[in-house]
């Protein structure tokens, strides 16, 4: 079995048949209303007691795009942009306090994680030039993107490969070659740093991060997350780096794939360990208890959103038996969210209606949808509080439903921003 069936939870047979377009909406509304009201300058938002990590300092709040305020910022606006639910209410954003809150949070890292895609001050200036065009905004983020080329990290949540997704973003948002170049440049970086593994035969990054050095093959923290943005920028790329990534990403993603059945038929069932090479604690805990997850940040949901982009069919296989994987476990007990909840998994299903045009995957994703209504309006309840995140709570999860009712696949601040 490539999945822990204790941490997911049966389908409810109502929300396989059952979808519900108008309480998705109303699902919508409500989670919006509420965060709009719960805004308390200049802290932003209570912090969820599942977002409190040892050390942290409540008082300065969270202001990250992955679990706090500029994350929340960032959604209101697009569900109200996207027509999804309209601001009600203004709620006031000021680029100087969220950085200086996001350096207090990060201490005496901020200085090394200042670029950090996720928590870091790179989505507090992609917000700011946003809203408001600002080349001084647009000259600190080719600062922060060619200060963090090197980040031991090698990864999405903190090292370069989020910085070359921001890059293409204000590629794409302003035409500035001056990005297109700096999406190459950190290309070529991370081509320099690929190490080959002879016992899988393809090539894997090493990341050193919280510590230690880890060869994470997943979507947040592992390789994956890497292609995410060359596959989506590749047309910055010249022709032949393209092809040599192209080569290089569909050998590592096949020779590390884990499969169940035969590939190819419908029974075939696909999951990616988290790491590709165990170090001896790792490889303790593994053979203990095999570490399966099906989740976003690790296993076939990740794999299957950040490789949907990949053009012509040679992942096909694997990216319909991770959808059938994902679709087998279930819904995570640990809530509606992206990261690792329900909705993270739900837009793997949505990925696969919208590369391959077969309904059923719309199907499956809207039954996730409504199971996860169902786990947000409980956790509110058990809490007394919603969860006012993108990437670990209720927003993320709103636009997840706006995109089930859309009948799209755009996964919040991997596909847009």
Same mark, same amino acid.
Request: hydrophobic share 40%; with cysteine; net charge negative.
């Given at each position: 079995?490539?999945? !822990?069936?204790?941490? !997911?939870?049966?389908?409810?047979?109502?929300?396989?048949? %059952?979808?519900?377009?108008?309480?998705?909406?109303?699902?919508?509304?409500?989670?919006?209303?509420?965060?709009?009201?719960?805004?308390?300058?200049?802290?932003?938002?209570?912090?969820?007691?599942?977002?409190?990590?040892?050390?942290?300092?409540?008082?300065?709040?969270?202001?990250?795009?992955?679990?706090?305020?500029?994350?929340?910022?960032?959604?209101?606006?697009?569900?109200?942009?996207?027509?999804?639910?309209?601001?009600?209410?203004?709620?006031?954003? $000021?680029?100087?306090?969220?950085?200086?809150?996001?350096? /207090?949070?990060?201490?005496?890292?901020?200085?090394?994680?200042?670029?950090?895609?996720?928590?870091? /001050? &790179?989505?507090?200036?992609?917000?700011?030039?946003?809203? =408001?065009?600002?080349?001084?905004?647009?000259?600190?983020? +080719?600062?922060?993107?060619?200060?963090?080329?090197? !980040?031991?990290?090698?990864?999405?949540?903190?090292?370069?490969?989020? &910085?070359?997704?921001? +890059?293409?973003?204000?590629?794409?948002?302003?035409?500035?070659?001056?990005?297109?170049?700096?999406?190459?440049?950190?290309?070529?970086?991370?081509?320099?740093? @690929? /190490?080959?593994?002879?016992?899988? %035969?393809?090539?894997?990054? =090493?990341?050193?991060?919280?510590?230690?050095?880890?060869?994470?093959? $997943?979507?947040?923290?592992?390789?994956?997350?890497?292609?995410?943005?060359?596959?989506?920028?590749?047309? @910055?790329?010249?022709?032949?780096?393209?092809?040599?990534?192209?080569?290089?990403? +569909?050998?590592?993603?096949?020779? =590390?794939?884990?499969?169940?059945?035969?590939?190819?038929?419908?029974?075939? #069932?696909?999951?990616?360990?988290?790491?590709?090479?165990?170090?001896?604690?790792?490889?303790?805990?593994?053979?203990?208890?095999?570490?399966?997850?099906?989740?976003?940040? !690790?296993?076939?949901?990740?794999?299957?959103?950040?490789? +949907?982009?990949?053009?012509?069919?040679?992942?096909?296989?694997?990216?319909?038996?991770?959808?059938?994987?994902?679709?087998?476990?279930?819904?995570?007990?640990?809530?509606?969210?992206?990261?690792?909840?329900?909705?993270?998994?739900?837009?793997?299903?949505?990925?696969?209606?919208? #590369? &391959? %045009?077969?309904?059923?995957?719309?199907?499956?994703?809207?039954?996730?949808?409504?199971?996860?209504?169902?786990? =947000?309006?409980?956790?509110?309840?058990?809490?007394?509080?919603?969860?006012?995140?993108?990437?670990?709570?209720?927003?993320?999860?709103?636009?997840?439903?706006?995109?089930?009712?859309?009948?799209?696949?755009?996964?919040? &601040?991997?596909?847009?921003?």
């Amino acid at each position: 079995m490539l999945h !822990h069936p204790d941490r !997911h939870e049966p389908l409810h047979p109502a929300d396989e048949r %059952g979808w519900d377009e108008a309480r998705a909406r109303a699902c919508i509304a409500a989670i919006a209303r509420d965060t709009a009201a719960r805004f308390s300058p200049p802290r932003g938002w209570p912090v969820h007691p599942l977002d409190i990590e040892p050390g942290d300092d409540l008082a300065v709040g969270d202001p990250s795009l992955y679990s706090g305020t500029c994350g929340v910022l960032w959604a209101l606006r697009y569900l109200h942009e996207t027509g999804a639910h309209p601001c009600e209410r203004d709620t006031p954003f $000021d680029a100087a306090a969220l950085v200086q809150c996001t350096r /207090e949070r990060l201490k005496d890292e901020a200085e090394r994680e200042r670029a950090a895609y996720l928590v870091g /001050e &790179t989505p507090v200036r992609l917000l700011e030039h946003a809203q =408001t065009g600002s080349a001084a905004a647009a000259d600190r983020l +080719a600062a922060l993107i060619a200060g963090n080329l090197q !980040h031991p990290a090698r990864e999405l949540f903190w090292g370069s490969p989020g &910085t070359l997704l921001a +890059a293409l973003f204000m590629h794409q948002r302003t035409g500035d070659d001056r990005f297109a170049e700096l999406f190459r440049r950190t290309a070529a970086v991370l081509g320099s740093q @690929l /190490e080959w593994s002879d016992a899988y %035969g393809c090539h894997y990054w =090493t990341q050193q991060m919280y510590g230690q050095a880890s060869t994470y093959m $997943d979507a947040v923290h592992g390789f994956v997350g890497t292609a995410l943005p060359l596959i989506r920028g590749r047309h @910055l790329l010249a022709a032949d780096d393209w092809v040599r990534w192209q080569a290089c990403i +569909a050998q590592s993603v096949r020779r =590390t794939a884990t499969v169940e059945g035969e590939l190819g038929t419908e029974g075939a #069932r696909v999951n990616w360990i988290p790491w590709l090479l165990l170090d001896a604690a790792q490889r303790e805990r593994w053979n203990a208890q095999p570490r399966w997850f099906m989740q976003y940040c !690790h296993g076939s949901p990740g794999f299957v959103i950040n490789l +949907a982009g990949f053009p012509g069919h040679a992942l096909d296989d694997l990216l319909l038996g991770a959808g059938e994987a994902t679709w087998a476990a279930g819904p995570l007990k640990k809530g509606s969210n992206l990261c690792h909840g329900t909705g993270g998994n739900g837009y793997a299903l949505l990925k696969l209606f919208d #590369r &391959t %045009g077969d309904v059923r995957w719309l199907q499956r994703a809207r039954a996730f949808a409504m199971h996860g209504i169902g786990q =947000t309006e409980a956790h509110a309840a058990q809490y007394g509080q919603r969860r006012y995140s993108l990437w670990t709570g209720d927003l993320g999860f709103a636009i997840y439903l706006w995109d089930c009712i859309r009948g799209t696949a755009a996964f919040p &601040t991997l596909d847009v921003f």
